[in-house]
């Protein structure tokens, strides 16, 4: 025992929790004093700002009240039949719509009145015979102002009415209609804010009435018995701090008005059941102090043991079981969550075996899909030991020019010729020789190395330095090659084939001849690994929405615009945004593929909605790609042709760097463009590199002000200044201004007033679907 006792002195756990718990107390005990003091005061306050928004709120119930009686009477005065009666004088069917209409919306009052605001026709609820004695107090004040409302007391129950006239196009007549404020309006006040809500009727004669109340009859005699006039009501269920609405209300003598009652208990009873806890709290912490020792040497050691449990399951190959803790935020977590990547990383498997795909009729080689169920079987075949694969993907630089100078039938013997040359290149039966497509092939190479398929790529490349000679005609042949191996640089024979068409484009975009595949070539996302097929997959599915985001003329002269975009409906991913996919495919060159996707889509469009849609000038976006494709023109004039629209109703947007990465070329595309009616637009200005001397040249017709400066108006400064000058030049170059990214309305009144052209941006509309976009032009025309 005295053993015992001396371990205890000695223990520093026990003198922490002595130390502790002495602590606790005395903070426990002088928190009790402050928080008992302070819990009345902040209650009441908290009650003042909670009446506050109770009051804005109930005004708000009230105005969407008004909103709906005066869209119902907005449907009348739209009726046709209503309106043919009210021109022939026709009374019986005039009284007949009155009475439909008003049992349709559930009107008390549904009333026709004349220009002088005579009734002429009103259609009555039960209860409602004094309503014309009231009219002359309603109708004068609502007549002067159309879009307001007006509570009336008809029979002791207020009333709101609406007023809403009739044009032809001068006005010819009033609709006017009443809904009683009712019980229902109150008890959805009262379960949306939890407050009480008593609504009382002060006549000419002092009498009150009290019709609509959420408050128990005894409560609400005691109020009554107060006359109303109570800051404060104190009763026993407890004490209930009130606010005093006054609402606008017709006739003399007459006072509505709105009380808003909540209870102090209410609020106090969770601080006091929090003194209770904090109580229990403070003798639980004893209680605590005392088994934490062993909670925290259960809680190091248990996920410890389970991570340990984990790995012998790895060893065994079991690799379905996910991880336990990897929720946790520590370091046991982090252990955790690495254990599981490697589970994943591990587990991974191959997917399913496609069919086998079709030849290349033009080359007698295997296509893409041939080619691509020959690497997955390459990868599939070796039960004992994993031997090395190697995908080259080649594609020939300048091929389109051959097909523009000497013709389709000569670059097809070219690519004859091309392939020919590869199959010599290849010594092992099983190394497959494959055409992807257009002027695309591929080489899959077995128990190839790295350093292997280097060799054979710069095999490739010698044997391409002698020209081809076809027909009289010598061509040099060059091509940008791309280089993935597995296992190094794929897990599956998706991600090889990515990987070497990535590497491809690396490889003609830095003129390197041949490159081998670097995770720097690629997005950060693990998605972009089968991105390439599921795109190609996305245009032949129909995945691929049009979406366009207005773009609303500042000067009167305007006309309408819009920006084309596009958004991908992706089966499993759902709706992906351009992010995700836009930089890959200007990586990849799969853009060119996407811009006249976009371009028929608006095409198709302007087609099919000529009428609503006539004088629609819609904007699309070239990249660096198109704008260096020789035959960009000739495809969107036979776009043109087969949709039976003009030019002149786009606009194609093109950055300065597009521009830049090819001048000279880059200038001729855009003067075949312009030739063709295009109107030509540099977009994102102010971010590039280029010269003033050399946009001079070009034959652009609009600067759209990049957002990053636009949306700097808003703070001034340097962005706004900049704005100013970008507007000044380009007009005094003849070119029209765009800004984009406006946010604001006090930006948007800046650029008017800075005589900007046009503006797009949020604060106008986000980007929407063409069905949406065509309900906003019709809006947007009906407004004009």
């Not at 002269?557 to 351009?578: D, I, K, N, S, T």
């Amino acid at each position: 025992m005295n053993e015992r006792w001396r371990w205890a002195r000695g223990s520093l756990i026990l003198r922490l929790v002595g130390i502790s718990l002495l602590l606790l107390l005395i903070v426990q005990a002088a928190g009790f004093g402050v928080v008992r003091a302070g819990i009345d005061h902040n209650a009441r306050t908290q009650i003042e700002h909670a009446l506050d928004l109770d009051e804005r709120i109930w005004r708000r119930l009230l105005d969407q009240n008004a909103d709906r009686l005066r869209q119902g009477a907005a449907l009348l005065v739209a009726d046709y039949a209503f309106r043919s009666a009210v021109h022939s004088g026709d009374e019986e069917t005039i009284q007949s719509v009155l009475e439909n209409q008003g049992s349709r919306i559930g009107a008390a009052v549904t009333a026709w009145l004349g220009m002088d605001l005579a009734l002429r026709a009103v259609s009555l609820a039960e209860g409602m015979e004094s309503f014309p004695a009231t009219l002359r107090d309603v109708v004068p004040p609502l007549a002067e102002e159309p879009w307001g409302s007006q509570i009336a007391v008809i029979g002791g129950i207020p009333y709101q009415f609406v007023l809403v006239p009739m044009r032809a196009p001068v006005v010819v007549g009033w609709v006017l209609m009443g809904f009683p404020i009712t019980q229902m309006l109150a008890d959805e006040m009262r379960q949306l804010m939890s407050v009480h809500v008593v609504l009382s009727v002060r006549g000419a004669d002092a009498s009150v009435e009290l019709p609509v109340s959420t408050l128990p009859a005894s409560v609400l005699a005691q109020l009554q018995g107060q006359g109303m006039v109570a800051d404060a009501l104190v009763t026993p269920e407890g004490t209930l701090l009130a606010r005093d609405v006054r609402l606008m209300s017709a006739g003399k003598g007459t006072d509505v008005r709105t009380l808003l009652l909540r209870s102090v208990d209410e609020v106090v009873a969770p601080y006091r059941r929090l003194q209770v806890l904090l109580a229990m709290i403070t003798v639980a912490g004893l209680a605590l102090f005392a088994v934490g020792t062993g909670l925290v040497a259960r809680w190091v050691t248990i996920p410890l043991r389970s991570l340990l449990t984990a790995t012998q399951r790895l060893s065994r190959g079991e690799y379905d079981v996910p991880l336990e803790h990897i929720g946790r935020t520590d370091e046991i977590g982090n252990l955790a969550r690495s254990f599981d990547q490697m589970r994943v990383a591990i587990g991974s498997q191959q997917h399913e075996i496609r069919r086998l795909a079709y030849w290349d009729r033009l080359t007698g080689l295997p296509n893409r899909e041939r080619f691509r169920e020959a690497v997955v079987q390459a990868m599939g075949s070796h039960d004992r030991a994993v031997q090395p694969l190697a995908v080259l993907t080649l594609d020939l630089d300048r091929f389109k020019h051959v097909n523009d100078v000497l013709g389709y039938a000569y670059g097809d013997r070219l690519l004859q010729a091309v392939a020919d040359r590869l199959r010599t290149q290849v010594t092992s039966e099983a190394d497959v020789v494959a055409r992807l497509g257009g002027n695309e092939f591929a080489l899959l190479l077995h128990g190839a190395t790295a350093a292997t398929a280097r060799m054979v790529a710069d095999k490739i490349i010698h044997a391409f330095e002698d020209p081809l000679a076809l027909e009289d005609q010598t061509v040099d042949v060059s091509a940008g090659i791309g280089i993935a191996c597995w296992p190094a640089d794929a897990a599956d024979a998706d991600a090889l084939l990515s990987h070497s068409e990535i590497a491809m484009y690396a490889a003609k975009h830095q003129l390197s001849g041949a490159l081998q595949y670097d995770e720097s070539f690629n997005l950060a996302s693990t998605q972009t690994l089968s991105l390439l097929t599921e795109l190609r997959r996305a245009v032949e599915h129909d995945e691929l929405r049009l979406y366009l985001q207005p773009k609303v003329p500042l000067q009167a002269a305007g006309a309408m615009a819009a920006e084309a975009l596009v958004r991908w409906q992706h089966p499993q991913r759902g709706l992906v945004p351009p992010v995700q996919f836009i930089p890959f495919a200007e990586q990849t060159g799969f853009v060119r593929q996407l811009t006249l996707w976009i371009f028929e889509a608006v095409a198709r469009l302007l087609a099919a909605h000529s009428v609503q849609l006539e004088g629609l000038r819609v904007s699309v976006n070239l990249s660096t790609r198109d704008l260096l494709d020789p035959d960009l023109s000739n495809r969107l004039a036979s776009i043109l042709l087969r949709h039976g629209v003009k030019a002149s109703a786009f606009c194609l947007e093109i950055t300065e760097s597009a521009i830049m990465d090819d001048p000279q070329r880059a200038e001729a595309m855009l003067n075949r463009l312009s030739e063709q009616g295009f109107k030509l637009s540099i977009d994102d200005f102010g971010t590039g590199y280029s010269s003033l001397a050399y946009l001079k040249r070009l034959p652009v017709d609009e600067l759209k002000i990049d957002k990053s400066f636009v949306m700097g108006m808003a703070k001034g400064g340097d962005d706004a200044m900049i704005v100013r000058s970008t507007i000044d030049l380009a007009h005094n170059l003849g070119l029209t201004v765009v800004a984009e990214g406006v946010e604001t309305a006090d930006i948007l009144e800046q650029l008017r007033g800075l005589s900007c052209d046009e503006a797009q941006g949020y604060h106008i509309s986000r980007p929407v679907p063409v069905n949406d976009f065509l309900i906003w032009c019709a809006d947007a025309q009906a407004a004009v």
